[in-house]
């Protein structure tokens, strides 16, 4: 077969394998209908095949994707006792394949698709911080070596693609799915976008054998439902669109990735799965992408809603661009919607190249197999161990230290408080697998390892639960300790008493369970849940100092207790090396550097509360509240002081046509650590444009730097501002530069900055 010949170019070996191919092969090819752990069975002789997996073979002759063969958590039910084995993984991926190879006419190889959102979701799979942590680390470098972590122990498995929310910035909080974002800013979004392509697939252009392809999601605009309810309609305009939700997936079409994921939520009243504008039109012929567009979970199905029928859908969809299928009935009809002239065989015959062409580019069909005996070598090694609790340190910010009283001297009685405090599972957020004991530590467990003073722990109260039965116990340990460190927030952990939804997410309502945050877990009340302020302004009673830290996925509204704790520290979903990172901080060991990826609003009521938001002219007041958040974007202390001084534009303007020939305005600014403490400061860029012909935001971050320096050490941080920097969508929706005044504004939060300004000219 000449399609078989690894030295012809992948496209001509593409077109010459779907000239072999029936339409029911070729819809095989982009489905994706199964779950993955419906695919095998634990039996007394070892690991089955299932009827249902030859079964879906059969219905293709071949199949696209199989996803989430190694996934593990409470909807997929899959646990140790139940679950393939890790140090069985690779053997059993290949043998799919084998099946594939042996049972099939062409024997096309099945793409393994896995979900990492915040680590691979899978037994012994290793948990990072989720993204509102990742975003609050702002270390770009940092992430790609955990990313690439990920992806060699995905690999190792067998799988192929990873499934990694990098798309959706954090407009309202009440989201559930908050966590899965980087920040509320499209630019530092992006930035961590491409950490996580290059950190998935390198940056030699297509994944090596320890790689995986990434397919990003979710494309477009799902986090600003209104309402705040998941999947909710986005009602924004294009020029919005342009500015805040798209620069993600355009920085990872820039990076090479190969695939993405279209969002459940609808734009301007047209699904993003019905989108042809979005799918093809501005994604392929615009940005250039050239991998491939996977609904998600049952999406396609959803466009019932404007078509009355499964094929109708699977025709919309497809010719808007989608080329693979999650779970849904549209795509397993597509054979039958161009019986019945609903979508030409031409349409189906695009997707299936960018299908094949991803398996091609990841060399499946030279060798779709891989060794056996690396898995257990590779997932969950030291080197990885040591960059997660890396990337835990980095994402934890410190809100208030008042008096200075952090760091604790380790020989202080604490008092250990609340319900987050000796949780793992409320440590590693949503798409989280059933971890085996002792994987990870707790904030309680952290503390214990570095004090050498006495510990006391209370749980006080439940995340959800309105019992104050506990109370009186944490009260009377706070009044017997010189400190409480009182864990509170919230919880992502799904549990065995849910109920789920078609697509996996959870619907908790009345259930038994502290789960307030994830997908399908909205609120309307950033307030801390259940009686966790009560407990708090109960602990304050006894003068005993409160060192609050709060594991959340969201933004929580921490105004009624940030009155009465002395510290504050912000922990976001750290992971499973969060206790131990959280404790260091606590005890002094590790100096934090963490700044918020995202504004932490005083109030619900407030919403939205960004930074970004467009200039008015005019401050902007409520009668009854502050409309500034508690703490705003960018903002982190550290246990050392930093001077920022001396901003300065080495050249004060710049012309059009200099700028369209590459030549970049650079701005430079002093930077000094003025403490007794080794730091890192993340010093930020953010520009004004005073003159424009549409309106603009009052501030946009442009740049940012992690600058770490000795006590007394000073440098010079410099930046660069080129076209795409300076230029906005104007009135005839073209991104350009146009002449005028640009405000420069350098400093280590949105609301601390030294004011400088260029000119940019018309000649």
Known sequence: MSYQNPLLPIDERVELLLAEMTLKEKVGQLNQKMYGWDAYTKTDDGLELTDAFKEQ???????????????????????????IPTEENARFANRIQTYIREHTRLGIPVLLSEECPHGHQALDGTMIPTNIGVGSTWNPQLMEQAYCHIATEIRARGAHLGLISTLDLLRDPRWGRSEECYSEDPYLAAEMTKAAVYGLQGRRGAPGNEQIGAVLKHFAAQGAGERGINAGPVPIGERELREIHLPGMKAGVEAGALGCMAAYNEIDGIPCHGNEWLLTELLREEWGFTGIVMADGTANDRLNQLTGDYRKSAALALKAGVDLSLWDVSFTKLAEAVEYGWVEEKWIDRAVRRVLKLKFSLGLFEDPFVPEEDVNEVVGNGAFKEINKQVARESIVLLKNE????????????AVIGPNADQIYHQLGDYTSIRQEKKGTTVLEGILELSEGEVSFAEGCQVRGDSKAGFAEAIALANDADVAVVVVGGSSARNFDLDFDLNGAAIVKGNPSDMDCGEGVDVADLRLGGVQEELILALAQTGTPIIAVLIQGRPHAITEIDKHCQAILCGWYPGEEGGTAISEVLFGDVNPSGKLAVSMPRSSAQLPVYYNYKDQGRALTYLDMSATPLYPFGYGLSYTTFELKNVRVLHDELSISELQNGKCIAIEIDLENTGIRAGAEVVQLYIHDVEATVTRRRKELKGFKK?????????????YLGKDDLSYWNKQMKFVPEPGEIN????????????????????
């Open 57 to 83: 073979v059969r219905f293709g002759d071949g199949m696209g994707a199989l996803y989430g063969l190694f996934r593990s958590d409470p909807w997929s039910a899959v646990t140790y006792e139940n679950g």
């Open 707 to 719: 600058v770490s320096l000795q006590p007394g050490e000073a440098t010079t941080v410099a930046f």
């Open 403 to 414: 008096g200075a009283i952090l760091p604790l001297a380790k020989t202080k009685k604490v």
């Open 744 to 763: 420069v504004m350098v400093g280590n939060h949105s609301n601390s900055l030294e004011n400088t300004a260029f000119m940019i000219t018309a000649n």
